[in-house]
């Protein structure tokens, strides 16, 4: 057992069901998206992306654009609400929520393209 | 990706991932401890205003208690934040800088800039092995000429001393061993638009090898080395090394010309010297009795060529073993050898010094050499003097000590390799001129010394083809007779001509010396020039552009645009109508 490899897993992991479990639920109900949670896979997906920096091979370059195209997501979607929730008269509206939760729905597809690299590269590395 | 931002991420994930790990504790602590509003109502901190605070208290640019002031347990957090996020901002700040000072670091920036510039390449450059002294007048003679080059030398200072040198377009430098094939191959070597190989390292070792490379793996492509020994010269022949150019040999041919007519001399320093400096004089040499100083590499040849020009010489060198050597190799010689240095006057008046012609300097070591030019001066004013310059830093020495000649080992290879890539018509032409009698050298000294204006010449060769001329060219397909005058009047005022003279023309592998005027050219001729540095440009004037061609010639020029042929053509079809 790799403990580097444990580590790397763990987060890929992480990234990908704390997301899932924050774009599930009614798409413009608010009540059923928890900001707290948001915020705890952007943290995650971030430490997931550095600890993708670095790698030379071709998987490693896969894994580093789907994590990057999580951040992107998550990040604009902590935008939109950031904007939504204090320059905006109206506040968080149902509207404004579809959003936030649409863009997470991007980024838990990109986790899970990562997901299943990883799990190929582990299948591949057992032959 | 590049080694570089490979490198830099590498290093750069345990930091960052400190600085996130340490913002996003810091934020949630933030938003959720509870503070207390400007109305005294209990007031939470969102995760927006919380990532602005914790960001500028990390980065120490510290705004205050933004929005309402803290409350004491907002407080105690801000303190642990403030310590934490500071130390972890500062880590990875600190990690970055000395990241970019390892030597790794930096070998990897300066590997991936010469790969960079090597790809920015678009013209044909030759890759140069070695800078040194050559390797520098090389460099610099042949970035005036326009023709791109690449430096491969294991030399730090090397290539440190190519990076500050103002030339007018960038040459790369690789500090790395010619001699390993890796190496030559990433310098350039595989590169398609490498044009040629020098060879021009202190070691005949290392440039054998370097040919050897080369040779090798890429046997098409012209290998041109430096060479001080004779076996390794037939060594590198011996697989087809393009050019070897052997300091000593040269010199010594250049000296033997010297030996059979100071005109010819005088047309070698002229047509190979460096452009637009001062004229040497002429140099004659008397019939007598030659002092030889140093009878090495150099002073062996100069000795055959004084012998075969029936001068009696005497030999001044430290080492017996030569002095065996010599006469076992001599069996019956009048020539005399003396054991000593020839800096004394009394080794040298024992040579003859009062009666001698000639003193030749020639030892591996400079302050003798200047020593013997000086006391032989004092003691015999007429001589003339021929020093060997072995250190560049020597020249303004050299040059104080009223030497009439100066060989200079790394610029006369300089100045060879420099000839065989942007001229070699020009070594053809000397070539033939060694074969010439007098009455011809002098004559056409004459007429070179009319054709330029007191400095040193410009040699160039055109060549009459579709790329280097194509109005010329494509006249001449057309059938048109072009007689060589014509591209010798000036492109402005075609009663006037240039100050440049014809020296030589190739046509089907055949020379013709100093071509006539009234000859009329074909295509595909080379033909070799000499003149003033504003001639070889109007000249190209004439070969690019078919309207200074009908100038020069005086013909019409017919319209080149279609309105204009229109124009022509309507004003003709109704002079024919009215006729």
Redesign the interface.
């Known amino acids: 057992m790799n403990l580097e490899k444990v580590i790397f897993s763990f987060f890929m992991i992480l990234a990908l069901t704390l997301n899932f479990g924050f774009f599930y639920g009614d798409v413009h109900n608010p009540d059923h998206h928890n ?2 949670e948001l ?1 705890a896979v952007i ?1 995650i997906n ?2 997931a992306t ?2 993708k ?2 790698d ?1 091979s071709q998987l490693g ?1 896969m894994l580093l654009a789907t994590s990057l195209v999580a951040n992107v997501q998550l990040i604009s979607a ?1 935008i939109v609400w ?1 904007v939504a ?2 320059m905006q008269a109206a506040g968080v509206t149902e509207a404004t929520m579809a959003t936030i939760v649409s863009l997470s729905g991007g980024a838990v597809l990109a986790n899970i393209i990562s997901v299943i690299l990883l799990v190929l590269e582990s299948s591949y590395l057992r032959h | ?1 590049s080694p570089v931002t ?2 830099i ?5 345990a930091p ?2 400190v600085i ?2 340490v913002f ?1 504790i810091a ?2 602590g933030m ?1 959720l401890i509870p503070g207390i509003d400007d109305q005294g109502q209990v007031w939470r901190m ?3 205003h919380a990532l602005y605070f914790v960001s500028f208290t990390a980065t120490t640019i510290g705004f205050g208690e933004i929005p309402y002031p803290l409350t004491d347990a907002q407080r105690l957090w801000a303190l642990i934040t403030i310590f934490f996020s500071v130390f972890g901002w500062f880590y990875a700040i600190s990690k970055i800088v000395s990241l970019i000072q390892t030597p790794l670091f930096k070998k990897a920036v300066i590997h991936s800039n010469f790969k960079r510039s090597l790809g920015q390449i678009n013209k044909k450059f030759y890759l140069i092995c070695g800078y040194g002294e050559t390797g520098q007048d090389l460099v610099d003679r042949l970035v005036k000429k326009s023709v791109n080059c690449v430096v491969i030398d294991n030399n730090h200072r090397a290539i440190e001393e190519l990076e500050v040198q103002d030339y007018i377009f960038y040459v790369p430098g690789l500090e790395a061993n010619a001699t390993t094939p890796s190496q030559l191959l990433y310098a350039g070597l595989s590169h398609e638009l490498c044009k040629g190989v020098i060879a021009v390292t202190n070691s005949d070792v290392s440039n054998l090898k370097i040919a050897i490379t080369a040779k090798l793996l890429y046997p098409e492509k012209p290998v041109i080395c430096r060479s001080e020994h004779t076996d390794f010269e037939e060594n590198m022949r011996s697989f087809n090394t393009d050019h070897t150019v052997n300091p000593y040999d040269t010199f010594a041919h250049g000296f033997a010309m010297a030996m059979k007519s100071s005109a010819l001399h005088l047309l070698n320093e002229w047509l190979t010297g460096v452009p637009d400096t001062s004229l040497s004089k002429p140099i004659s040499f008397r019939q007598g009795h030659w002092i030889l100083c140093g009878y090495g590499r150099l002073g062996q040849r100069i000795y055959s060529i004084l012998r075969q020009f029936n001068h009696s010489v005497t030999i001044i060198d430290t080492i017996t073993e030569l002095k065996e050597e010599f006469y076992q190799n001599n069996p019956g010689v009048d020539s005399e050898f003396i054991i000593g240095t020839g800096t004394d006057a009394a080794t040298l008046k024992q040579a003859g010094i009062e009666n001698a012609v000639g003193i030749v300097a020639g030892s591996d070591n400079d302050s003798n050499n200047l020593s013997a030019i000086m006391t032989a001066q004092i003691l015999n004013e007429d001589l003339l003097v021929v020093a060997r310059q072995n250190e560049m830093m020597n020249k303004a020495l050299f040059q104080a000590s009223l030497a009439d000649i100066i060989m200079h080992p790394s610029e006369i290879v300089a100045r060879r390799i420099r000839t065989l890539l942007t001229n070699p018509l020009l070594i053809d032409f000397l070539e033939e001129c060694y074969h010439q009698d007098n009455e011809w050298i002098n004559i056409t000294i004459s007429r070179l010394s009319g054709s330029i204006n007191e400095v040193i010449p410009h040699c160039w060769t055109n060549t009459l083809n579709q790329k280097e001329s194509p109005a010329i060219h494509e006249a001449l397909v057309m059938g048109r007779k072009i007689a060589l005058k014509y591209i010798l009047k000036n492109p402005v005022q075609r009663q006037e001509m240039i100050c440049c003279m014809p020296l030589m023309m190739l046509r089907n592998g055949k020379r013709y010396l100093l071509p006539d005027e009234e000859l009329i050219l074909q295509p595909n001729d080379q033909i070799l020039f000499c003149g003033i540095s504003q001639a070889e440009h109007y000249i190209s004037q004439c070969m690019h552009d078919i309207h200074t061609l009908n100038y020069v010639m005086s013909l019409k020029n017919s319209p080149d645009s279609l309105f204009g042929r229109y124009l022509l053509g309507s004003t003709k079809r109704k002079r024919r109508n009215n006729d």
Do not use: K, N
């Open positions: 900001i707290y915020y943290v971030l430490i550095i600890l920096f670095g030379r370059a902590a950031a929730s204090h | 990706m490979s490198i991420l590498r290093q750069m994930r960052l991932i996130v790990t996003s934020i949630l938003v969102d995760f927006f």
